[in-house]
């Protein structure tokens, strides 16, 4: 057994928030770089090439990518062989959100409920995900989510009946209606199965695969090849000003579900995409 | 559309509003207000009760945004534009009161669009994910109204060279609907 101090935790959660608000990970910055060559239109290779310009001012002066520094979403994936110890786990990851919303100058963008909408000032609390796995590893990753995408995110129900045809139908009309509103190119992490809960979960983890690696299921990595084409055809293209471009990445998720449903989840996220893990 | 931005000064001479077509690059200098969310609906309820806005919107423009805390030393911290339909209820509010510019980022309703080729306001888009640059334009802020709504609060710009396209202009023009359709492709 391994004993960890929640203190350490706490302590990571702010790095990460501020890192992932100042610097844009590799692969992101790489899957722009990649649209900026693919891109056909002069405004949407104008629109890349601020993103990235932006990227750089960023990571140099120390100030958010993006002034939506959103809420943190922090994904722990604990091994059940650790044990903590040093106070409230949760506690220590909400202290560490909102030191680092505080040491990184980010935006306090919580209000304590959707009814009074009262800031909670500190940007907390974090929206905690907590996945047990074998073994005494630690493992933290922070998800910065600004709302002008998640606001435009969807769930639909299927049926079995409607099916995978649906399904893209539904990913395909959730970007029309999100147009320039999500910020595009976006990336998008579809939840296919599981409950209605699991599979908006699932959406939203699958954000946090590094930007455009496939599926291992060769099946579901050539869906998700076909998505993102569907995608592409509507035009909307960077910043919603027309063009080839609308989305980087889909990562689709499946687990099971029953024999009656198809869930499917679509969380969309912007150009803004902000993603920073740390293994402790 | 796109080429050499047109060089434009805010508040806005309506004559060269006129003159603006969708798709256009701009850089403005001058006096930008802020308002989002929290601020306009403070704004309609001041209207509703038929007290004054806190702030003169004849021939003003205002920027959809809460901008980051700035750090010691910065004017502001990063500003990016903010989604626009959330204003949607309250823009023509302030259009029918002289309102000549907003910049944001997504479409507008028809209602908006109707009152801005009606009253003569342009919609101009910015990009959202170049918050950190669009500060750097941005060269003096003061809070000028609500105060305790801290982001929220109406704030007082002064902009240099702060980049955006036309997105509607008075002619109906909507870049978001002309560039869609420019590169809209069959599925295959």
Redesign the interface.
């Known amino acids: 057994m391994r004993t960890v101090d929640v203190a350490v935790v706490g302590d990571a959660v702010r790095e990460l928030c501020v890192r992932a608000n100042h610097e844009i990970r590799d692969d992101h910055l790489a899957a722009l770089r990649r649209a900026r060559n693919e891109e056909r239109s002069a405004i949407g290779c104008q629109v890349l090439d601020s993103l990235l310009h932006n990227a750089d001012v960023a990571r140099v002066e120390q100030i958010a990518f993006c002034q939506d520094t959103g809420y943190a979403v922090v994904y722990l994936t604990i091994g059940q062989d650790v044990h903590f110890a040093g106070g409230d786990l949760t506690e220590a990851v909400n202290r560490g959100v909102a030191e680092g919303y505080r040491a990184g100058y980010l935006r306090a963008s919580l209000v304590r409920t959707p009814i009074d909408r009262v800031n909670t000032g500190d940007n907390t609390p974090a929206m905690i995900d907590i996945q047990l796995v074998r073994g005494e590893g630690l493992h933290v990753t922070v998800l910065i989510k600004g709302a002008g995408c998640d606001n435009m995110s969807a769930l639909r129900m299927l049926t079995p009946a409607e099916g995978t045809p649906a399904m893209i139908d539904f990913v395909v009309e959730t970007i029309e209606r999100a147009g320039p509103s999500a910020s595009p190119p976006v990336t998008i992490g579809i939840g296919l199965g599981g409950t209605f809960d699991r599979a908006a979960a699932m959406a939203k983890r699958a954000l946090t695969r590094r930007s455009g690696v496939p599926s291992p299921d060769p099946e579901i990595a050539d869906l998700e090849r076909q998505v993102l084409d569907a995608v592409n055809s509507t035009g909307i293209g960077p910043a919603g000003f027309g063009g080839t471009v609308t989305a980087l990445a889909v990562h689709i998720e499946t687990m099971a579900t029953h024999i009656a449903s198809y869930p499917v989840a679509i969380n969309l996220d912007c150009h803004s995409h902000r993603v920073q893990e740390l293994s402790l | 559309?796109?080429g050499t931005p047109r060089k434009l000064a805010s508040p806005f001479d309506p004559a060269a509003l006129v003159e603006l077509r969708s798709?256009d690059?701009v850089l403005i200098s001058g006096i930008v207000l802020t308002a989002r969310d929290?601020a306009h609906e403070r704004f309609a309820r001041a209207i509703a009760a038929g007290e004054p806005l806190p702030v003169d919107v004849e021939s003003q423009t205002i920027y959809f945004?809460?901008?980051?805390?700035?750090?010691p030393g910065?004017v502001i911290?990063?500003?990016?534009p903010?989604?626009a339909?959330r204003m949607d209820p309250y823009s023509p509010l302030l259009i029918e009161r002289g309102l000549k510019a907003m910049i944001g980022?997504?479409?507008r309703s028809p209602a908006v669009k109707q009152s801005m080729t009606e009253h003569g306001c342009v919609y101009f888009?910015a990009?959202?994910?170049?918050?950190?640059?669009l500060?750097?334009c941005i060269t003096a802020a003061e809070v000028v109204a609500y105060d305790d709504l801290?982001?929220e609060a109406v704030r007082r710009l002064q902009v240099a060279d702060f980049?955006a396209?036309v997105v509607n202009d008075l002619h109906g023009g909507d870049?978001?609907l002309?560039?869609?359709?420019?590169?809209?492709?069959?599925?295959?």
């Not at chain 2, 911290?77 to 990016?80: F, I, K, L, M």
């Open positions: 559309m796109s798709g690059p929290a945004v809460g901008p980051t805390p700035a750090r910065h911290g990063s500003a990016g903010t989604t339909s980022k997504g479409r888009g990009v959202e994910g170049t918050a950190a640059l500060s750097s801290g982001t980049p396209f870049l978001y002309e560039g869609q359709a420019r590169w809209r492709r069959a599925r295959a």
